[in-house]
């Protein structure tokens, strides 16, 4: 069983950068479906990334043009670069996995469809001060 683990999180102040990482213990086949997700405190999860397994990507509105997925299966990575940080991306991220998702991959930044992905790692908190 493939167990995905995050790091990277931090404090940093409003306008800094942070780049996550999601190192699985297995082997992730460049058909996985990843992607990253966060919770903020007293909020509901949310889609932030996905990529697919051509390396498609695709983002929530609220990030677009300030992060940047990326994955290098080679490496069993998937990293998260998040550029212009500010006090409202402070929450919790996790990276998700699954090597045969029903739907596009895409449509994860949806959570209503994300939720379902297979593999979930544990989470990396990031700590956005203005």
């Known amino acids: 069983q493939v167990q995905l683990v995050e790091s990277g999180g931090g404090s940093v102040q409003s306008g800094g ?5 999601c190192a ?3 082997y992730i086949r460049s058909s996985y479906c990843m992607g990253w997700f966060r919770q903020a405190p007293g909020k509901e999860r949310e889609g932030v990334a996905a990529i697919d397994t051509d390396g498609i990507t695709n983002y929530a509105g609220s990030v677009k043009g300030r992060f940047t997925i990326s994955r290098d299966n080679a490496k069993n ?7 212009s940080l500010k006090p409202e991306d402070t929450a ?3 990276c998700a996995a699954d090597h045969a998702f029903r739907a596009p991959c895409d449509t994860i930044t949806n959570i209503e469809v994300g939720r379902y992905l ?3 790692g544990q989470g990396t908190l990031v700590t956005v001060s203005s």
């Open 92 to 94: 919790m991220y996790y």
């Open 24 to 26: 699985a213990s297995g």
């Open 17 to 21: 950068s942070l780049r996550l990482s």
């Open 118 to 120: 297979e593999l979930w």
């Open 77 to 83: 990575t998937l990293y998260l670069q998040m550029n």
